[in-house]
């Protein structure tokens, strides 16, 4: 009887532990599968098949080629839509007015709103990525609509003609041409080869593809399986209108790239309206193709290039903060809406930005961080200057901490260090902060921040001109190569420093390449072994110890 109760209790235990077990293993499943612009919907090859599928569809009047993806038949036979003029549809479109506006404000140049008239309904959207996780929304508030077009809007209740096709008009033709460059359009993505699907975010597939077997770029498109696209669709039932609302960020991401001309900013090279089988008038995005910014790799380049990102953020906020909208913030700020092109950061996600400062009264004007709060004063109900503040503060916590101080040469360190403090502190604004920057890129670009300069080398060294030393390679870091060792210098008493500190080094070779600053590229070796004719190189080698 003991023994048929000790197995029982034993079973019990089993039972419990295995329960306990799957019950962690399901919670850790449905955590990954909820986790936002989490890929979970389809892997990228059926992403890059749906595509060429669908690049082949009828084109229908002016419309041509979508480079995107259709709605899927589980979504497009949804019965679960509202009745048109109900309370439930009439809010969809309500906020797809408001995006609209939106847009149309930043076509008028409108950057700022009076402060005067009765507040409109918020914009539902994704809280800020300044705060941490939580029920604490911060959305961006719209500005106060004139009288005709709430109006006019009142009066239109149907998803089939949310817009009037003036309105479309507007859009397409504004955009034919930036800075007298002829826009790409739908027949300039019609044979694209190449493509490859990158990524997406809440709202955005990004897909790389080849035009002309020559061009790159990227095209941007509602993600159909993200988010924003399935949590409207859960909500409101309605495909159709919840692909408008969510397609008017693409819209406004490139009307504000069309605006702002800006080195950091990345390029809109053209657009795509076409229709679907599903939707009419789907929109995709023709840009600049960049790299992701990978904050570990970056970590493991020289000085010099982090720098050069840094300066080239520094850039971009001090023009975000005095554009022709006015001062711009942007609210998504992490680094995976930058990329790098050719060296350079640019901003790739603009569909997040906005030049509405934030609401306030005079006690309660407070910019909120995770690790800490900042204070501002209250201007006619507005924070002033939060938009370039939370711009720096940001720059700050995800770039200049990392990036900047590390590795350094010794004699900038004090000033680095300065500004990082600054700028965590909100000490400087953007216009000081990028002054002691440039000053930062004179002082190494001229070779200012070299020590005892006329100090005497411990060894000689012989020069012999047109060779290269291919082989004798032996690591350093940082380095631009991986299986070498391989700096960047202002000039060859700089490279004799060098290779003095270094006990593996017995001969360098000055390259004929130079980095973004001017400094020339200089292998550093183990000896001279391999040492060979190469044309435009000359080699340092050592003669004494």
């Given at each position: 009887m003991v023994l048929i109760k000790l197995i029982t209790m034993k079973r019990r235990r089993i039972v419990v532990a295995a329960g306990f077990c799957f019950a962690f293993f399901l919670g850790t499943l449905m955590n990954l599968l909820y986790i936002p612009g989490f890929e979970h919907h389809q892997n990228h090859d059926h992403r890059v098949h749906r595509y060429y599928h669908e690049k082949q569809q009828q084109v229908t009047g002016d419309s041509q080629l979508q480079v995107g993806e259709s709605v899927t038949e589980a979504v497009a036979e949804s019965n679960s839509k509202p009745a048109v003029g109900s309370r439930h549809h009439q809010d969809l479109l309500l906020q797809i007015r408001e995006r609209f506006d939106e847009v149309v404000r930043y076509r008028q140049r409108q950057?700022?709103?009076?402060?005067?008239?009765?507040?409109?309904?918020?914009?539902?959207?994704?809280?800020?990525?300044?705060?941490?996780?939580?029920?604490?929304?911060?959305?961006?508030?719209?500005?106060?609509?004139?009288?005709?077009?709430q109006t006019h809007f009142q009066n239109r209740l149907s998803p089939s003609i949310y817009m009037p096709t003036a309105s479309r008009k507007d859009f397409t033709m504004t955009l034919s041409s930036v800075n007298g460059t002829r826009m790409l359009g739908c027949s300039s993505i019609d044979n694209v080869t190449n493509v490859q699907y990158l990524g997406s975010g809440y709202t955005k597939a990004v897909y790389k593809a080849s035009l002309n077997n020559s061009l790159s770029v990227a095209l941007k498109s509602v993600d159909f399986g993200g988010h924003d696209m399935e949590n409207c669709v859960k909500k409101y039932g309605s495909p159709g209108d919840c692909y408008r609302l969510a397609s008017f960020k693409i819209v406004k991401e490139m009307t504000l790239m069309e605006m702002l001309q800006h080195p950091n900013i990345l390029k809109l090279y053209g657009y795509c309206y076409q229709d679907s089988n599903d939707i009419q008038d789907t929109v995709t995005a023709i840009t600049e193709l960049g790299s992701p910014l990978e904050m570990i790799q970056l970590l493991q380049t020289s000085w010099e290039e982090r720098f050069r990102i840094c300066l080239s953020l520094v850039?971009?906020?001090?023009?975000?903060?005095?554009?022709?909208?006015?001062?711009?913030?942007?609210?998504?700020?992490?680094?995976?809406?930058?990329?790098?092109?050719?060296?350079?950061?640019?901003?790739?996600?603009?569909?997040?930005?906005?030049?509405?400062e934030a609401p306030?009264?005079?006690?309660?004007?407070?910019?909120?961080?995770?690790?800490?709060?900042?204070?501002?004063?209250?201007?006619?109900?507005?924070?002033?200057?939060?938009?370039?503040?939370?711009?720096?503060?940001?720059?700050?916590?995800?770039?200049?901490t990392y990036l900047l101080p590390h590795s350094a040469p010794p004699t900038l360190r004090p000033l680095l260090d300065k500004i990082v403090n600054a700028t965590g502190e909100l000490i400087w604004g953007i216009d000081e902060t990028l002054?002691?920057?440039?000053?930062?890129?004179?002082?190494?670009?001229?070779?200012?921040?070299?020590?005892?300069?006329?100090?005497t080398h411990i060894t000689d060294y012989k020069h012999v001109v047109d060779a290269s030393i291919p082989e004798e390679n032996y690591r350093c870091w940082?380095?631009?190569?991986?299986?070498?060792?391989?700096?960047?210098?202002?000039?060859?008493?700089?490279?004799?420093?060098?290779?003095?500190?270094?006990?593996?080094?017995?001969?360098?070779?000055?390259?004929?390449?130079?980095?973004?600053?001017?400094?020339?590229?200089?292998?550093?070796?183990?000896?001279?072994?391999?040492?060979?004719?190469?044309?435009?190189?000359?080699?340092?080698?050592?003669?004494?110890?």
């Open positions: 950057a700022h709103g009076s402060g005067t008239g009765d507040p409109v309904r918020q914009l539902e959207r994704r809280r800020l990525m300044d705060s941490e996780p939580g029920d604490n929304w911060d959305p961006i508030k719209v500005i106060e609509r004139t009288e005709n077009r850039r971009l906020l001090h023009y975000l903060a005095h554009s022709p909208l006015g001062s711009v913030t942007l609210l998504d700020f992490r680094p995976r809406q930058f990329v790098l092109v050719a060296g350079e950061l640019k901003v790739t996600d603009l569909d997040d930005a906005s030049t509405e306030c009264s005079p006690s309660d004007c407070v910019m909120e961080f995770p690790a800490r709060n900042f204070t501002l004063p209250c201007s006619r109900g507005r924070c002033l200057g939060i938009n370039e503040k939370r711009n720096l503060y940001n720059a700050y916590r995800f770039f200049f002054l002691q920057l440039e000053k930062v890129l004179h002082l190494y670009r001229n070779g200012f921040y070299l020590q005892n300069s006329t100090q940082p380095s631009y190569q991986h299986d070498g060792c391989l700096l960047s210098v202002f000039s060859i008493t700089e490279a004799i420093g060098v290779c003095e500190r270094h006990a593996q080094c017995q001969a360098f070779v000055v390259t004929n390449q130079t980095t973004w600053t001017g400094h020339q590229l200089v292998f550093f070796k183990t000896g001279t072994a391999s040492l060979s004719s190469a044309k435009g190189r000359v080699t340092y080698v050592r003669v004494g110890s």
